[in-house]
């Protein structure tokens, strides 16, 4: 009986301590919100000026050295005009590279190299 209340004690914390990391929805933004965007790190990041003046850096899951020379589309899922983090594709106009964003995080204006 007691070893029955310890494994229910114990699948309960278990439980608990998943909510929070399930519970947490990606970050999207909206494709129209973005006025810019700058290819960093060879290809490792992505910073987009939103037209609210705030910019977002992704770091991208994997390096995608063909975003330096080439545009890209967004690969789009379900109509929507977003684009989440760890969920979002691009793909590079000429190579056709596929790109898989990871995690956003707002940063502070990039200062231009000059």
Not at 8 to 36: E, N, R
Not at 44 to 72: E, H, W
Not at 86 to 113: A, H, I, T
């Amino acid at each position: 009986m007691r070893t029955i209340f310890h494994a229910a004690g114990v699948a309960a914390i278990l439980a608990a301590s998943m909510v929070p990391a399930m519970a947490a929805s990606p970050q999207c933004i909206s494709v129209s919100d973005i006025k810019g965007q700058t290819i960093e790190d060879r290809g490792k990041a992505i910073v987009f000026q939103m037209r609210n003046g705030t910019y977002m850096r992704n770091t991208l899951k994997g390096s995608c050295p063909d975003l330096v020379f080439d545009g890209f589309v967004w690969t789009i899922h379900g109509g929507a005009n977003q684009v989440c983090e760890n969920m979002q594709s691009l793909r590079v106009l000429r190579s056709g590279e596929v790109c898989v964003l990871g995690k956003f995080e707002q940063v502070p204006k990039p200062v231009k190299p000059g």
